[in-house]
């Protein structure tokens, strides 16, 4: 699978979903402490880590 935009080539369409967010802006992913939004779970999993320290 093929990204449209730029050419970017996937095995996984779920990649290509996720790799989609960089070219659209999405930013589905909001931390329920700050609101800060993220394109990317893993990223906003990441983040939550601050929340705990």
Sequence with gaps: MR???CGRQFS????LARH???HT???PYRC???SK???R???LKTHM???TG
């Design 12 to 15: 996984r369409a779920d990649n």
């Design 32 to 34: 329920v402490e700050c």
């Design 3 to 5: 990204c449209e935009v």
């Design 20 to 22: 989609m967010h960089t």
């Design 37 to 39: 939004q993220f394109s």
């Design 49 to 51: 880590l601050t929340h």
């Design 41 to 43: 779970l893993d990223h």
């Design 25 to 27: 802006g999405e930013t």
